[in-house]
């Protein structure tokens, strides 16, 4: 019985997001924001067919739900389990509803109705010019740490799930390629889209069973110096090819880091309907199917036994247990759980790209606080993996590049010694906390392992989710930093 309380706990999150949206968003609809369907909206207003482009809601909400999650609910609530699974699922569930899809909703609407402009421009014109030096300011320098961290993040996934860089690279010329058929053609987006999901998916079968991509560091011993290469290496382990030698370069994540810097520029300045919305699109399908199988993964475990939320981790982990140099759960768990239940960055996205792509007002509470609430959603995935999946079982890489699960004294490393160990509770707080994205991961592979997926097959399909989400947001984040040069530009 005490198994059944993560499902509830899944379960019982879900419904109150989604009573949120319909009772709550509702009312802030009508009687805050007065949104009005037949007020002309920004992308009929100023449309130039690359940056204004009225779009269809489902379109656009794929769009800005995938900008605004990235990697952000996924790194953040995993490491704020370090303090147990409880604080992050009360912040992560009220925290979204009544603040952070408010905030979401209100940046839209209110750039909406200033001609789509951004934060920064619009407290130029309601405060002063400084204010909005100031504003473009900080959001120059806030949107060069995103872009900095997400492209690091990547870069890592890639580094450590080499299977993973076909099935994302792969997507961006199939994105571009529909988004040119439909919009080119007039065709309808959802079959398209659903194909090329499809095809990422056999990717992914592809690039872990046949095909991973990596680059080794060929040179050196510290990583340290700029005489050393990386070769860049494809195939599995018994069948490896090097199709280049000697990359003058410090490591394979600055390597990777390198690559997607030259790819979001390019990225940022093509009409948002080549690659941004059809990727977003695809990526956000991507998303619903893979919250359908960890959903019935978690289901699947809980019934058979195998996944247990209270027996994996404390509620409240007691200060005592935590590792050396944790800081205190007040005020840091707000700092770290921000994506997934409130974020300043998401008012850049709302003002920035999707006010110029929303078709009308009414769309608003769709796009904007039901994106949110989404992210709520997947945020409280990320803390069952994070708990209740990784006891299912500690994770290990054999040589041939396969996973098992952890063994000591003939028995499987299950429940709170898999948790513990894998968040390395007698480490620094600096180490433990070193990979929350690789728990997620772990901890959703151990789902897919029970409705029958292989766990290296379950290892891709939720690495590859992770790093296209990190690459829709940084794909956005660089659009938006092109605004804000825009603007600053303006301003002298």
Known sequence: MASLTTLLVAVGAFLALALAYFTYGRWLSRHVFEIDPTAEAPSHQLRDDVDFVPTHRQVIFGHHFTSIAGTGPIVGPAIAVFWGWLPALLWVVFGSIFVGAVHDFGALVVSMRNRGQTVGEIAGRVINRRARLLFLLILFAALTVVLAIFGMVIANIFANYPETVLSVWISMPLAIGIGIWTYRGGHKLLVPSLVCLALVYAAVYVGVEHLPIKVVQSAGTTGTEWTDTVDLKIGLAESERTLVAGLPTVNPVVTWTGVLMVYCFFASVMPVWILLQPRDYINSHQLLVALALLLAGLATAVFSGRADLQSSTPAIVQQSDLPAHTPPMFPFLFITIACGACSGFHCLVSSGTSSKQVDNEGDAQYVAYGSMLLEGALAVIVILACTAGVGMGLFAKQADGHYAIQVADAQPIVGQDAWRTRYRLDADWNKSAGDP????????????????????????????????????????????????????????
């Open 437 to 492: 994205v690789g728990a997620f991961v772990e901890g959703g592979a151990n789902f897919l392992s029970a409705i029958g997926l292989p766990l290296r097959l379950g290892v891709g399909v939720i690495a590859t989710l992770v790093a296209c989400f990190a690459a829709t947001t940084l794909d956005s984040a660089t659009r938006l930093q092109r605004y804000v040069i825009q603007e600053l530009a303006g301003q002298f």
